[in-house]
């Protein structure tokens, strides 16, 4: 794609920090990083989100983030790591590229938000109503 950020950076036209690359996937460091090491996986080839991206692409990207997982273990020792993605404005998505984002916490870092939510029990029969729905759609 064109004018794509993250094409415009696989292709070498905008400047990247790499972190790791292969023939499917390159991943970097994310230049508003929430905390230190906050990487981000890409396919090379443009799909927009998880409805658009090749399963070869996705497995791709999914493969490479326990590598890079472990190098990031090994160099910043965080107790924890989130791994997110998220697919549409709706939830967020700034960049229309698939990208998978892992984001290293130590344990006196402050919490993360989209990791937190309050637990309230739901509606048994609408969760198993929505369930079916979804299990009948694939």
């Known amino acids: 794609m064109d004018d794509c950020i993250f094409c415009k950076i696989v292709r070498g036209e905008i400047p990247s920090f790499e972190v790791y690359e292969d023939d499917k996937v390159y991943a970097f460091a994310d230049i508003n990083p929430i905390l230190e090491g906050h990487t981000l996986i890409i396919p090379k080839a443009h799909a927009e989100n998880i409805w658009e991206i090749s399963e070869d692409d996705l497995v791709a990207v999914q493969k490479a983030s326990k590598k890079i997982a472990a190098g990031i273990r090994q160099a910043l020792d965080p107790a924890g790591i989130a791994c997110l993605q998220l697919n549409g404005r709706a939830v967020n998505q700034v960049v229309m590229h698939y990208h998978f984002h892992l984001i290293p916490r130590k344990?006196?870092?402050?919490?993360?938000?989209?990791?937190?939510?309050?637990?309230?029990?739901?509606?048994?029969?609408?969760?198993?109503?929505?369930?079916?729905?979804?299990?009948s759609a694939i």
């Open 107 to 135: 344990a006196e870092d402050p919490k993360l938000t989209m990791t937190e939510w309050e637990l309230v029990p739901g509606d048994m029969e609408r969760i198993k109503a929505v369930s079916k729905k979804i299990a």
